[in-house]
């Protein structure tokens, strides 16, 4: 502490200055008595708690003492702040539902939503529904991932018949969806109890390519659908189906005929965040895209779903009857029935590994080798003259269209 006088402030010329957490500070007094009381009082505060001088409010003072009487005196105040803020921000624990009636809230705000389709939710409804069946009366919070495992694990159809790994993946899906909701809208669910959980494996086999004459009959029957245009990149671009759900115009280049591909919407992008561009696709792919109706364009990935699905009806390749078990057998064929083709008959058409690797982006060749002799070499050839003009022919006539002969390695 030090003095200091200054005439200039008349009603307050005598000066004590004092260092407070590092700062200067000084107050002014009017007379040198009542400086020296302060003086005094800062020096007395500093012996008793140190460098560190200590004001003290008595209004504030108060306010704690009756803190003290609401919560106790052992509660320590700083995790009672941590608790109030969460209550403000709306994060503070709730009672947690009712499994069945989260189910219910769930639905209903699916619907409100209009975010899948008649199929989706009546798949989910009977999912959720063996789920409750099973677990219904207990809470979210207590509902554990060996629970849920061991429902998985044992799950039957029907008639009891255990079903397989491709059904239980689909349920595991629609649990782990609702208990995103269930955590997003607070319903008391303390965590997903499925993200843990690794889905069965699944036997694919060989990759299914679609018959060239069903591929032909396809795109004759939807030439002049909007949904065409996002097929075509699955089936002569080779992209995925999830990919060509999501994808918009300007990731499109029609002058340079290459596909960007955003990593937020494509899978080996998520992998690492990178977005890529890829260009040698064959010819037909871009004629499918230049007759494609603007309003391609504007479809959503469920418009996307609803629509290909039609367009399978329509084109006789998918079955419209969803409950029988050989038809969503068939169906589940069918979810990357287009790019499975693609890679198999371009690497049958081209006789280039690195190119169709490049366009399939496969990240080991290995992968693409497994594509090798699935497709027959001449319909692999016709499989790239399907285009929005050849269609227009008869199957007969389709057939007597001369085939380009390519070298291996060259673009299409």
Request: with cysteine; proline share 5%; glycine share 6%.
């Amino acid at each position: 502490m030090r003095y200091s006088f200054r005439p200039e402030r008349k009603s307050a010329p005598f000066y004590l200055h004092w260092r407070k957490n590092g700062k200067e500070t000084a107050l002014g007094f009017k007379d040198k008595a009542s400086r020296e009381i302060k003086a005094r009082s800062l020096a007395e505060a500093r012996d008793a708690h140190g460098s560190e001088v200590l004001t003290f409010d008595p209004v504030l003072w108060r306010k704690y003492r009756e803190f003290q009487a609401i919560v106790g005196e052992g509660v320590d105040p700083v995790i009672v702040a941590h608790e109030w803020k969460k209550s403000k921000q709306g994060t503070a624990r709730i009672e947690s539902l009712v499994l069945t009636d989260a189910v219910t809230k769930y639905f209903a705000l699916r619907k409100s939503e209009q975010s899948w389709g008649r199929d989706a939710e009546r798949h989910a409804e009977k999912h959720l529904k063996r789920l409750c069946d099973e677990h219904g009366a207990k809470r979210l919070s207590e509902l554990s991932r060996e629970e849920v495992r061991e429902w998985m694990d044992g799950l039957v159809d029907d008639e009891g018949n255990p079903i397989g790994p491709y059904s239980k993946k689909d349920h595991l899906k629609h649990v782990r969806t609702f208990f995103d909701y269930a955590l997003r809208e607070r319903w008391g669910a303390v965590e997903n109890p499925c993200l843990l959980i690794k889905p069965p494996k699944t036997e694919d086999g060989d990759p299914v390519v679609i018959p060239l004459r069903d591929a032909f009959e396809f795109f004759k029957a939807n030439r002049d659908e909007r949904v065409v245009g996002r097929v075509a990149l699955e089936a002569f671009g080779g992209i995925r189906y999830t990919t060509a759900g999501l994808i918009q115009k300007d990731a499109v280049n029609f002058e340079n005929k290459g596909l960007r591909l955003v990593a937020r919407i494509h899978k080996t992008g998520k992998k690492d965040g990178r977005t890529r561009y890829r260009q040698g696709h064959p010819d037909n792919l871009w004629t499918w895209l230049a007759h494609t109706p603007e309003s391609t364009w504007a479809m959503s990935a469920l418009n996307y779903r609803e629509g290909k699905r039609h367009a399978g009806i329509r084109a006789g390749i998918r079955p419209s009857d969803t409950s029988d078990a050989e038809n969503q057998e068939r169906i589940r064929g069918l979810r990357n029935v287009w790019r499975h083709s693609f890679i198999s008959y371009h690497l049958a058409a081209f006789k280039n590994t690195p190119l169709t690797q490049y366009l399939a982006q496969h990240s080991n060749p290995k992968t693409t080798e497994e594509y090798e002799g699935v497709a027959d070499q001449t319909d692999a050839a016709r499989y790239f003259l399907i285009t929005p003009d050849s269609v227009k022919l008869s199957w007969e006539e389709f057939l007597k269209l001369p085939i380009k002969e390519k070298k291996p390695g060259t673009k299409g």
